[in-house]
């Protein structure tokens, strides 16, 4: 039975995806709606200047709008009128031309590749020929053989941009040459929840019914992470077809920005700033952050920009730890000292805000390695133990970090007496990325501060070997293709060279 069990469970474990139960406690920091049957003392809670940071489209309906709050009913009815055609999964491809690509062929082994290049197969297709693309940390799921569902030659990678080389008979706003950054989430746009401004809950990009099994529903498709977000080619490679493209692209018109300064709107400075949503992050809070790589790094980036008044940084890794620093967190070395007792000293009575930019995989003590290594647990739950231990009574815990299935030993009783709020989910990229666009082309923030190395695409196999060994001060690769260089030279555009 064990065997069996195990055997199961190796087949079935989940990728980095939880659905969203947002309260409506932190309303009024994000969409400005009061609703009468709900009272909070305005000596606690403190305005957010809307105007810096929430996407006009989805003022009304945000991320915030959860099902106990917002009319989900009426937005199925209406949904429901209109059927819509899911995206074709596996495009056509030119065989008479091919498309450096990285392909994953099991743990620890990525290999640079030639394929034939994509082409338009659904008519709200737009091919991309990719400039920049990076390495993502949750990529190092796959890499480390911890994301089931790979497949042998799948292409992985779901951070990029580049300009727009054609475009389906259907697509309305994007056109040939655009320069565009890609969501990593895949949104049709018209279900009930792109509608509410919850891309990444999307209900029609992915058709896993093993993810379905696994969490009762399926969230959207991504791309090149695995089969059970749906199986699509990813944006490591030089050329991407991109589904529903009015939705799944952002327009870059100002040559004056780098690659580098926009790239990251694809996912991680989405998903740092949705961090800060979901935990409420405003002027005033005190804010601990468990892991200094690109997400933990950039939610100190925009818990600043936020107005908070003190932001802790929790690693290992002193490089990490110093650009944590640079943005203005004061540090704690796990490796040196105890988080908990220190953080109960720096600030006694805990902070407002706790968020987890780690996940699973980075497990520190003797049982939850064994509890892994033998299947009891799939995911280590100590950094949320440590989160619900110093955070301040009432206080709220937001997971950005990568959890999969199940996870042992949380400690649900202080959880529970403490009054905590918990919120997890993966980045609503769509909701975000116009106003973190306006936000960076005004240079009141500068995300590049997170690259360390840039290299060549033909070279991401050595780029995947660097980062997840943390080796040579690795935090951010940038992966150039070929076609970059090109377009440096005819727009003009200063980028880091190679």
């Known amino acids: 039975m064990m065997i069996f069990l195990t055997s199961l469970l190796c087949e079935t474990l989940s990728p980095r995806i939880s659905s969203s139960f947002l309260s409506v406690r932190i309303l009024p920091y994000i969409t400005g709606i009061s609703f009468r049957t709900i009272k909070m003392s305005t000596k606690n809670f403190v305005n957010f200047d809307q105007s ?18 917002y009319p989900m009913e009426s937005v199925r009815d209406e949904v429901q009128k209109s059927p819509i055609t899911p995206p074709t ?46 390495i ?24 990029c941009m580049g300009i727009v080389e054609s475009v389906g008979s259907n697509v309305k706003n994007i056109k040939v040459g655009d320069r565009v950054v890609i969501s990593a989430p895949i949104a049709c746009g018209q279900c ?41 080619d990813g944006c490591q ?4 077809r991109v589904p529903f493209a009015d939705v799944n692209l952002l327009k870059i018109e100002n040559n004056r920005l780098t690659d580098e300064q926009v790239l990251f709107l694809s996912d991680v400075v989405c998903t740092a700033w949705h961090a800060n949503v979901m935990g409420g992050v405003g002027p005033g809070t005190t804010v601990a952050i468990w892991g200094a790589g690109p997400v933990g790094l950039l939610s100190v980036m925009w818990a600043k920009y936020r107005g908070a008044k003190r932001i802790f940084s929790i690693d290992c890794i002193e490089e990490r730890l110093a650009k944590a620093r640079s943005q203005g967190a004061e540090t704690i070395d796990f490796s040196k000292v105890d988080v908990i007792d220190t953080m109960q000293k720096m600030l006694p009575g805990g902070p407002d805000v706790c968020i987890d930019a780690v996940g699973f995989r980075y497990t520190k003590g003797l049982v939850h390695k064994i509890q892994r290594a033998v299947f009891l647990e ?22 950005i970090g990568d959890y999969f299935l199940t996870a042992n030993m949380f400690p649900i009783g202080a959880f529970m007496e403490k009054a ?10 769509q909701s975000y990325w116009h106003d973190l666009l306006k936000i960076i082309e005004n240079g009141e923030v500068d995300p590049t501060f997170i690259i360390t190395h840039t290299m060549e695409l033909s070279r991401a196999d050595e780029a995947y070997k660097m980062f997840d060994e943390k080796s040579d001060g690795t935090i951010k690769v940038v992966l150039k293709t070929a076609f970059a260089a090109i377009q440096q030279t005819t727009s003009g555009v200063e980028t880091i060279t190679f």
């Open 136 to 159: 993502c940390g949750s990529d190092l799921h796959m890499y480390n053989g911890d994301m089931k569902g790979m497949k042998a030659k799948d292409i992985i990678g779901h951070e």
């Open 237 to 240: 490679a030089e050329w991407v």
């Open 378 to 399: 799939t995911d280590t739950p100590e950094i949320l133990g440590e989160a619900v231990t110093v955070v301040r009574k009432g206080g709220t815990i937001a997971v």
């Open 52 to 69: 810096k940071c929430v996407d006009k489209k989805w003022r009304h309906q945000h991320i915030m709008s959860s099902f106990a709050t």
């Open 89 to 134: 999964i596996s495009p056509k491809y030119d065989s008479n031309l091919m498309s450096t690509v990285i392909e994953w062929h099991g743990k620890k082994d990525v290999r640079v590749s030639q394929r034939p290049r994509p082409i338009i197969t659904d008519d709200t297709d737009a091919i991309i020929h990719v400039t920049s693309s990076t």
């Open 192 to 232: 009930e929840y792109c509608k509410t401004g919850m891309f990444s809950l999307c209900d029609v990009t992915n058709d896993s019914k093993v993810m379905e099994k696994l969490y009762g529903h399926r969230i959207c498709g991504a791309f090149g992470y695995s089969h059970l977000t749906g199986g699509y």
């Open 420 to 429: 905590v709020t918990m919120r997890g989910g993966q980045l609503y990229c």
